[in-house]
């Protein structure tokens, strides 16, 4: 099949392209490097069936070209990562939503078969754990810009259910909860690159608020296997659902976690919310998802631990820094 990925330089878009381009395929990556990185994907430039595009998704005319000549759309690309969205909200609120409107019309008018990916960030405030699909969403005031991401996709969702309605689109909205893994970078606020790479250096891991916070963390693997057997089962057309892990592990865990696997002498320091992110951040304290609606729709069942998680990462980045430490002696 001809394959479409937007944001398909960043990080969960570049291992879709690895698997996707390993079944077979033929995978055409549209970019704007905004967030993701060549680096993520130049391991694939020469690969027959493999074409990078580095233009962005509000280019309509290009992305009605594409998306004609594609059996599937996966729509990763989007502003990420809480800095980001802090200190861009209009970027945020534009890429999401005008990329995502660009993509479904697109879709409906030739016919093809897309996937949306959404976030846990929806679910907001919402104290009623574990979070499921059909729970009501509970978002903050929108002078509180970190909502803006959360708000930004929930509309993506509203107009992808929308279009699957009024003209049986073949849509699928994955909800994905903390995805994490190799090539991510902790350079927008991401949590797990942040505390590894900070552990192998032995540099103080920076906690932001009081580190009781707790969160799921999916193996990217994981979340790109279910990714791709949603949009493949017809039964999911039209419905949303949660992908990633709902093992649950406190922030302070995760960085303790993270010391104790590398060997690290990091201290820890707390930050508040303020001085990290600015005024007008409101974090979530819990995130759990329920999993059945995947576990029973496409028998998804995540198979690797946080252990997994944090070795993946930290031998990426060792490997990283090798050719540096060469360097030095
Ligand atoms: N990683 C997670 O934990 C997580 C959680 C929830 C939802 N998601 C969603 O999954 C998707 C992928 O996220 P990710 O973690 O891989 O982030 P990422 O930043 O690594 O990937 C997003 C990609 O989109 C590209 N991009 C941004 N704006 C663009 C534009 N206008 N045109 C073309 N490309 C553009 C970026 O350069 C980047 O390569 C996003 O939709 C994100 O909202 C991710």
Not at 151 to 158: G, N, P, Q, R
């Amino acid at each position: 099949m001809k394959i479409l990925i937007t944001g398909g330089a960043g990080f969960v878009g570049s291992h879709l392209a690895d698997k996707l381009l390993g079944e077979g395929h033929e995978i055409t990556v549209i970019d704007d490097l905004s967030t993701g990185r060549y680096a993520n994907i130049a391991h694939l430039e020469d690969r027959e069936g493999f074409r990078l595009i580095i233009d962005t998704v509000l280019n309509a005319k290009l992305m009605e070209e594409l998306i004609r000549d594609s059996d599937r759309v996966y729509h990763m690309a989007s502003a990420v990562g809480v800095r980001l969205i802090m200190e861009q909200p209009v970027k945020t609120i534009e890429t999401i939503f005008h990329g995502t409107d660009v993509v479904l019309g697109n879709c409906s008018k030739y016919r093809k078969r897309v996937l949306i990916p959404s976030t846990s960030e929806v679910y907001g405030k919402g104290l009623s754990l574990p979070f499921k699909e059909e729970d009501d969403l509970l978002t903050g005031a929108t002078d509180k810009h970190r909502w803006a991401y959360a708000c930004a996709k929930t509309l993506d969702e509203f107009l992808a259910l929308a279009h699957f309605k009024e003209t049986q689109l073949q849509v699928v909205v994955a909800r994905l909860f903390n995805t994490v893994g190799p090539r991510q970078t902790g350079q927008y606020g991401m949590v797990v690159p942040r505390f590894v790479k900070a552990a192998l250096k032995n540099e103080t891991i920076e906690v932001h608020g009081d580190g009781t916070q707790s969160r799921c963390f999916g193996h990217v693997t994981d979340v790109v296997n279910g990714l791709t057997k949603l949009i493949e089962t017809p039964s999911c057309f039209g419905q949303v659902v949660n992908l990633g892990s709902d093992s649950e592990v406190s922030i302070i865990k995760l960085a303790e976690t993270a010391m104790s696997m590398t060997g690290s002498t990091s201290e820890i320091r707390y930050i508040p919310y303020s001085e990290a992110y600015g005024e007008g951040f409101e974090d979530m304290q819990r995130r759990v998802p329920s999993l059945e609606k995947a576990k029973r729709l496409i028998g998804y069942q995540p198979t690797r631990t946080l252990e997994d998680i944090i070795n993946d990462v930290a031998a990426e980045m060792r490997s990283q820094a090798a050719p540096t430490l060469h360097a030095q002696n």
